[in-house]
């Protein structure tokens, strides 16, 4: 069964710093890794899409890798700024013979301060 | 940019009765899904849904729960017999393609079952 792991669970820094979150899952066998993005009380938006053969993508201050062999992704923040608090979640598209779902890991919750 | 739209945002319901939980998926996109997700806890997913019929479903979808695209457009959770521990938060999500596409999530609605 696969399961998503994110360390650390909570994590505040001031603003500037760079930063890097971690996320493992226990099943290599995944078309895609994917990083959300979750503000309080609302839904989720996705912020990078890996695919199982990519190494890494990058969007403006993001940059997100995998390493599909040892079930590993981390996503790292560049410049951290107080709009980046939130909380970031991991979630892989694992393979199935009966379909396709992404599993979550708990997340992430980040706190940048001024 | 085009987005899923759920309805309603917030729904408080006595125990025991039936709820309709409405999301109206990307117009061009093909798989469906329904994920939860209670306070503090992993978003988890329910059931995905393709071509009109259910292609997987979690062991926390059971009878109690079904799903259904009426009209083309709208992709709907019905809830049968409320129970306290359904309160959560229900995303939708849709996919344009599978798997290897980025997962466009709704905003969610909140249930409150009292």
């Known amino acids: 069964k696969q399961e998503v792991t994110q360390i650390p669970a909570a994590l505040s820094v001031p603003e500037g710093e760079n930063l890097v979150l971690n996320c493992s899952f226990t099943?290599?066998?995944?078309?895609?890794l994917q990083w959300f993005r979750q503000d309080p009380g609302k839904g989720l938006t996705s912020l990078l899409l890996?695919?199982?053969?990519?190494r890494e993508q990058t969007s403006g201050r993001l940059n997100a890798s995998l390493d599909k062999s040892s079930g590993r992704s981390t996503l790292y923040i560049a410049a951290s700024q107080p709009g980046d608090s939130a909380t970031y979640l991991c979630a892989v598209l694992r393979e199935s013979q009966a379909g396709t779902a992404l599993i979550f890991g708990k997340g992430t919750t980040l706190s940048v301060s001024s | 940019e085009p987005e899923v739209t759920q309805t309603p945002s917030h729904q408080v319901t006595q125990m025991g009765q039936e709820v309709i939980l409405r999301c109206v998926p990307i117009?061009?996109?093909?798989?469906f899904y329904w994920y939860r997700q209670i306070l503090g806890q992993k978003v988890e997913f329910l059931v995905s849904?393709?071509?009109?019929?259910?292609?997987?479903k979690s062991e926390i979808f059971d009878d109690q729960f079904s799903v259904e695209r009426p009209d083309g457009s709208n992709f709907t959770l019905k809830i049968r017999s409320t129970k306290l521990e359904d309160s959560a938060m229900y995303f939708c999500?849709?996919?344009?393609?599978?798997?290897?596409?980025?997962?466009?999530f709704g905003q969610g609605t909140r249930l409150t079952v009292v």
């Open positions: 117009s061009n996109h093909l798989y």
């Open positions: 999500a849709s996919f344009r393609g599978h798997p290897n596409t980025e997962a466009f």
């Open positions: 849904f393709y071509n009109n019929e259910i292609s997987e």
């Open positions: 099943d290599s066998a995944i078309y895609n």
């Open positions: 890996i695919q199982s053969s990519q």
